[in-house]
């Protein structure tokens, strides 16, 4: 990076930082006392408070100089500098911000909460910032970090919470060094202010400051590399036939055993392809990671100078990547490029480019591989079947493919890592497709460190010592136990009686939608807010998820007091020393309780398989009745997290299948069971031959309701108020009355059907008459009666639940 780009960024990235600093109630240094409006512009005493942070830590003069006159540039002595810096401060904010009729007090205004404006209804509902808003506090993966309407979560006139976050952030700073990395900057930045509002007197405060710093910085790149009229390149890259080649696989006895961290790196790996073309192209640009919009989910935009050495690069790249996906992956994977070029006037309207921008993509996905040479002669070659790898069946290998191999280990060092590098000389790379970006992942730092280390879900980073730090999220919880990762015919076993897995496949409905058109009229959908919705389901599914899976385990050792009502669980394990040697079966006690003290938590193990997560969908595997669980708290979770707005919601398939059957056919049922609950309307999961709305509705009855039966009708099972058969009995009446019903694709029509058949109770009133004991009778009649139409899936759950093993 050039010497003037590079403190151009660093000025972008701090030149408001003093209002964060000045929101603590603390004065800035004597010598800028004397300073005026004529010094430090109209509405910029803030950028003293900014050159005081510079002048105690940076130590920097010139960049003392530009945070100070970002406002009014013709009192600064690198002038150009500051020009360009104001010109992109500028457009960042004639870009985000929006007047509001009230002003705000900035010293106790929270960030509103972008998920409570979303709309998709032609109107859109006002962002009320009294209703849902953000704490003040540090990036964390905890339930704090969810919207709260909680009025005034601080006591301002006894608690100074920026000055407390304040302290933190200075002191981290410090700690980072007089000049740290840009990458480390932005890290620390994203970590301290992703919940302070980057404007709020005049301003409605739904820009976080992390966002227009790293804006800002995007752009003055921009203007100070950018040629012609048009200094700006918004680029595109979107990676297509993910799903297809993840779980494009076969499952043969000998691989079985590796086929869920096969499936798991090969996710993983697609991400990790993304970040080296990303990276391949900023390098070439001489740009930094502020110039990443966002790179998620095999999707990434990048902002960068429109100039020929970047327009060269990004052809460089296109050619030789897709020439590496159809020579490596025949085609199954194929990354479209999209370039816009902007001038200002273009970039202020974001929404119009990015519409532009999707079209020329789009167009590009239907000339898959034009950039590349193909050759259509044939070869004449003739292999046997026996030749190619039996897990992809794509490449010539006399047993598994060393690509396969790669994905295994992959997955592996995945459920290890707490540590993600980027440099040279580590152990996965991508030369095959031109890029030269290397990575590795570790459970400890290097000791002589890469360019890049980042934490894994956590933002304790700086101690790694790389010359660039940062964290990154990943759904990375797996079932770990003395460094073995439990089988899946272990975590059958945990099932409460059928020893079945459950596997649960989710997205968010309309989600293509929602960034188009839910944040509301063209000028609202700017670069900051689409990153900001980015970034806010990536915090879920990649961060805060993992955080709910560890909700679901058992424990491999409990005192004595703590074993007390718990459930003990035998589990098997097949071991062997070597490949060719004889299995040996192994056995082992674990136990399943709510809580535990202290001292047994250490013992915890989670029970749910993060096979992948992504920016907005997943697929997790554990034990069934965990995983049907655990989808109900998804859901509720996921909702509370997007403020309850009805127009942001899941859905999900969630199948039970025996532990040997091929993962990826169980994975497929599972697609198809989440592409029902979406043809059925949304909002839904698909369980059991059902398709459920989450909660009750008008004429349906939901998911968690009958969950609740479900539960209610094993503990009677259980507690002797009903027998089994009596159970068998009810389910063969139900499927007497209703069970023609699955041919209706209508919802609501069969919805009422349900609801309209009543022949089923002097069948159901002869069966409690005659089976429930007389003190239970108006119990379960209670119980079953009113939701009666719905009742496959509590029966389902209740009969599966209390089969003997």
């Given at each position: 990076m050039e010497p003037d780009i590079q403190s151009l960024v660093y000025a972008a990235l701090l030149h408001d930082i003093g209002k964060f600093y000045q929101r603590t109630g603390a004065k800035h240094a004597e010598e800028y006392e004397e300073l005026t409006e004529k010094d430090y512009g109209y509405s910029g005493a803030h950028a003293k408070w900014s050159a005081d942070l510079i002048r105690r830590v940076f130590h920097d003069k010139q960049l003392e100089d530009l945070v100070l006159h970002h406002h009014q540039p013709q009192a600064s002595a690198y002038r150009n500098l500051a020009e360009i810096l104001q010109e992109a401060d500028h457009i960042s904010a004639a870009i985000d911000r929006s007047r509001r009729d009230e002003k705000g007090d900035p010293k106790r205004e929270h960030l509103w909460s972008i998920f409570s404006g979303i709309s998709l209804g032609g109107t859109q509902q006002e962002v009320n910032g009294s209703d849902w808003h953000h704490r003040l506090l540090p990036f964390t993966l905890t339930r704090e970090a969810f919207p709260t309407r909680e009025q005034d979560p601080y006591h301002w006139k006894n608690d100074v919470p920026y000055s407390r976050l304040w302290a933190e952030f200075y002191r981290e700073l410090s700690e980072a060094g007089r000049r740290p990395h840009p990458t480390t900057l932005l890290a620390l930045l994203r970590k301290y202010t992703s919940s302070i509002p980057s404007a709020a007197y005049v301003d409605y405060p739904d820009i976080p400051l992390y966002d227009h710093a790293k804006t800002t910085a995007a752009l003055a790149t921009c203007i100070a590399a950018g040629e012609g009229k048009s200094p700006y390149l918004l680029v595109q890259g979107d990676l297509s036939g993910i799903q297809r080649f993840i779980f494009d696989v076969r499952t043969p006895e000998a691989a079985r055993k590796g086929m869920a961290k096969r499936l798991r790196g090969r996710s993983?790996?697609?991400?990790?392809?993304?970040?080296?073309?990303?990276?391949?192209?900023?390098?070439?640009?001489?740009?930094?990671?502020?110039?990443?919009?966002?790179?998620?989910?095999?999707?990434?935009?990048?902002?960068?100078?429109?100039?020929?050495?970047?327009?060269?690069?990004?052809?460089?790249?296109?050619?030789?990547?897709?020439?590496?996906?159809?020579?490596?992956?025949?085609?199954?994977?194929?990354?479209?490029?999209?370039?816009?070029?902007?001038?200002?006037?273009?970039?202020?309207?974001?929404?119009?480019?990015?519409?532009?921008?999707?079209?020329?993509?789009?167009?590009?996905?239907?000339?898959?591989?034009?950039?590349?040479?193909?050759?259509?002669?044939?070869?004449?070659?003739?292999?046997?079947?026996?030749?190619?790898?039996?897990?992809?069946?794509?490449?010539?290998?006399?047993?598994?493919?060393?690509?396969?191999?790669?994905?295994e280990e992959l997955g592996q060092r995945l459920a290890h890592a707490s540590c993600f590098s980027r440099g040279s000389g580590l152990r996965f790379g991508f030369a095959e497709f031109g890029l030269l970006a290397r990575y590795d992942l570790t459970e400890k730092p290097f000791a002589e460190p890469p360019e890049f280390t980042a934490t894994i879900n956590s933002t304790d980073f700086l101690r790694t010592g790389s010359p660039a730090m940062s964290f990154i999220l990943l759904g990375n919880t797996v079932p770990l136990h003395k460094r073995r990762i439990l089988t899946f015919g272990e975590l059958a076993e945990v099932s409460q009686g059928d020893p079945k897995l459950g596997i649960l496949k989710a997205d968010v409905d309309n989600l293509g939608k929602i960034f188009a058109l839910g944040i509301g009229e063209r000028k609202k959908r700017s670069i900051s807010r689409i990153y900001t919705l980015s970034s806010g389901f990536e915090h879920f599914f990649s961060g805060y998820l993992n955080t709910l899976c560890r909700t679901f385990g058992i424990y491999t050792h409990l005192c004595e007091e703590c074993r007390n009502g718990a459930r003990e669980i035998s589990l098997h394990h097949d071991e062997r020393e070597r490949e060719d040697d004889e299995a040996v079966r192994t056995s082992w006690t674990a136990y399943e309780k709510e809580t535990a003290c202290p001292s047994c938590e250490h013992h915890f193990v989670p029970t749910l398989y993060i096979t992948f997560s992504g920016g907005d969908d997943l697929l997790i595997i554990g034990p069934y009745d965990h995983i049907i669980r655990f989808a109900g708290l998804l859901q509720s979770e996921f909702e509370a997290y997007t403020c309850n707005n009805p127009w942001i919601s899941l859905s999900a398939g969630v199948v039970a299948v025996p532990p040997r059957m091929p993962l990826a056919h169980a994975v497929a049922m599972a697609e198809d069971h989440l592409e029902e609950a979406k043809r059925q309307g949304k909002s839904r999961v698909a369980i059991f031959g059902e398709c459920l709305p989450w909660k009750d509705r008008t004429l349906e009855k939901g998911y968690a309701s009958l969950l609740s039966q479900g539960e209610a009708l094993e503990a009677a099972l259980t507690g002797k108020a009903v027998s089994r058969s009596f159970i068998h009995a009810t389910h063969a009446i139900w499927e007497d009355a209703f069970a023609d019903l699955d041919d209706i694709d209508d919802v609501l029509e069969k919805a009422a059907k349900r609801e309209a058949r009543r022949r089923y109770l002097p069948y159901l009133k002869y069966q409690i008459a005659r089976n429930v004991p007389k003190n239970e009778k108006k119990r379960i009649e209670d119980l079953i009666l009113p939701s009666f139409g719905w009742a496959r899936f509590p029966i389902t759950w209740t009969v599966m639940r209390t089969r003997r093993k």
């Open positions: 993983f790996w697609i991400s990790l392809l993304a970040d080296a073309i990303v990276h391949e192209i900023i390098e070439a640009a001489g740009v930094s990671e502020a110039n990443i919009l966002w790179n998620t989910g095999g999707n990434f935009l990048l902002l960068l100078p429109g100039n020929s050495r970047v327009e060269e690069a990004i052809g460089r790249v296109r050619r030789s990547v897709n020439t590496g996906l159809l020579r490596e992956t025949d085609g199954r994977l194929y990354c479209a490029f999209g370039s816009l070029a902007c001038n200002r006037g273009e970039i202020e309207d974001f929404a119009d480019c990015l519409e532009r921008l999707h079209l020329i993509t789009g167009r590009q996905k239907l000339r898959k591989f034009s950039e590349c040479r193909i050759s259509s002669t044939p070869t004449g070659e003739e292999t046997d079947l026996e030749g190619f790898c039996p897990i992809c069946e794509h490449r010539k290998s006399a047993g598994i493919c060393p690509t396969c191999t790669m994905h």
